[in-house]
Structure formats: C-alpha cells, structure tokens
C-alpha cells in the first residue's frame, strides 16, 4: 500500500461561496453583527431562522416586513432558558426540515468594576453570553448529529477573552469560558463533520457599540488599536460568512481575532 499522495488533487472548495441548500440559525438575531450577517448569508442564498429575546417582539414584527417571509423565520427564544431553547430549534427544524449553521450573536454587556460587581449581574453576564450559546449549540449539534450532514456552530466572543480590560470581569469571563467550550465542542462533534470556531471582534460599531465608545473614551480605545479605528459589522459578518462556507472545512476550534492588532501587545 503506497504512503504517496497526489498533491494535484483539491478538496473542492466552492470559491462563490453558495449556501442555498443551507439553513443557519442566528441567535441575537436582531443586533448590528446578525443583521449584517443576515444580509450576506441571504445574498449567498441561505435561509434564515433570527432568534430573538420577548422585549424585541415589535422589533421583530417591523423587521419581518423588510424580509422574504419564505427565506426568513423569525423565532421568539429566550437562549437563557432551555425549554425556549428546545421549543425554538424544534420549530425551525419543523418549518426548514434541516438546521445546518448556528450563528450565537445574542450577548449582553454591563461594564463594572471588581469591587463593585454584584453577583446578579455577574450570572445574567453569564447566562447570555456563556449558558446561551451552550444551549443552542447543544440544540444544534443534536439535530445536526442526527440529519448526518455535518454542521457549522459560529460563537461571537470578544478580544476581552483573551486580554484584560477594565471594568469587564463579568463579560470577560463568560466569553473567555465561551473559548473553552468552542475547543470542547470541536473536539467532541468533529467525529460528525461539524466545525465550532469563535470570532472575537474589538469594539464593533453598531448602535449599542458606537454609543458606548464614543467621544474622549473612544478616541482613547482607539490608541490602543494599531491599525487605529474600530470593526465595521460587514467585517464582521464577511468573517461569519467564511466560516459558514465549505472554505473553512478544514479549521475548528480555532478563534478568528478581528480586533486590529488591540491584543498583540
């Protein structure tokens, strides 16, 4: 049996990146990053399952007007909670047929000094961005496991995972905890085709995000980014969209940093 192989063979990577026989389910679906995420995922022909918390039901209602309703569900979920988790990804499985992408995008911040952390917003920082994506991912993988056709789980994190920033001790654990379950769950469902990777973006400017950086604190912020400026979302989601394609097939457990140098200090 020879050890050779043909270096001229390719794997097949589909440079247009279409995705129209794929449904991906985005949670958080309705923030900066998902909605530009949304956009590209549609113009590659996905169709789409946005997951959203109850308080933005109206904001659900006026978005669904903007978007084909047989190309996007939109699905009320509470990602804390799983028996909304479970009801939610049993209803996208029932009106798709198939769940083939997970993007987890639902997050919260609440910035607090150490000494001044309470330990209720210690676990809601917790339970949105660290239980949420555990319980969505594990809803996901379960069906993807059982369809037999592989999967992508896409977790958003944060540079704060990875370096320390003030005032973020809650949100910095429970994304650096999210690095930890990506690697595990890599490891763990690799066996079925599916990739868990991590995006950890700088600070991104969507509303929530320009809003809280604005001004003396940016232009501070700023100064510690070599390449000297904040993450657009299209960056972002262009990111997202590599990952979601079969390009990628080859990377999980891997944590993509978009944070223009901040963390190579």
């Keep these: 049996m020879s050890g050779e192989y043909d270096v001229n063979l390719r794997y097949g990577v589909d440079t247009s990146g279409d995705l129209s026989d794929k449904v991906a389910v985005v949670t958080g679906g309705l923030g900066g990053i998902a909605m530009a995420s949304n956009e590209m995922l549609l113009?590659?022909?996905?169709?789409?399952?946005?997951?959203?918390?109850?308080?933005?039901?109206?904001?659900?209602?006026?978005?669904?007007?903007?978007?084909?309703a047989d190309r996007v569900l939109f699905v009320e979920c509470d990602v804390t909670d799983p028996a909304s988790v479970e009801q939610a990804f049993a209803q996208v499985e029932r009106h798709y047929g198939q769940i083939d992408i997970l993007i987890n995008c639902a997050g919260y911040v609440m910035l607090q000094p150490?000494?001044?952390?309470?330990?209720?917003?210690?676990?809601?920082?917790?339970?949105?961005?660290?239980?949420?994506?555990?319980?969505?991912?594990?809803?996901?993988?379960?069906l993807m496991v059982k369809a037999g056709r592989g999967g992508k789980i896409i977790n958003i994190a944060s540079q704060a995972a990875s370096i320390a920033i003030?005032?973020?001790?809650?949100?910095?654990s429970a994304k650096a905890g999210l690095l930890g379950m990506t690697k595990v769950m890599a490891k763990e469902l690799a066996a079925w085709n599916i990739n868990v990777n991590t995006l950890s973006p700088t600070v991104v400017l969507t509303p929530m995000g320009e809003k809280a950086w604005r001004g003396e604190k940016g232009e501070t912020m700023k100064q510690l980014i070599p390449l000297g400026r904040f993450a657009y979302t299209d960056e972002i989601a262009a990111a997202v969209l590599f990952f979601a394609g079969n390009g990628s097939d080859m990377i999980t457990g891997a944590d993509l940093m978009i944070d223009g140098g901040f963390t190579i200090w």
């Design 43 to 68: 113009e590659k022909g996905a169709r789409l399952a946005l997951l959203y918390p109850g308080f933005e039901r109206e904001k659900a209602q006026q978005e669904a007007e903007r978007f084909d």
């Design 166 to 172: 003030d005032n973020h001790v809650a949100y910095t």
């Design 114 to 142: 150490v000494l001044e952390t309470d330990i209720a917003e210690w676990r809601k920082q917790l339970d949105v961005n660290l239980t949420g994506p555990f319980l969505c991912s594990q809803a996901a993988a379960r």
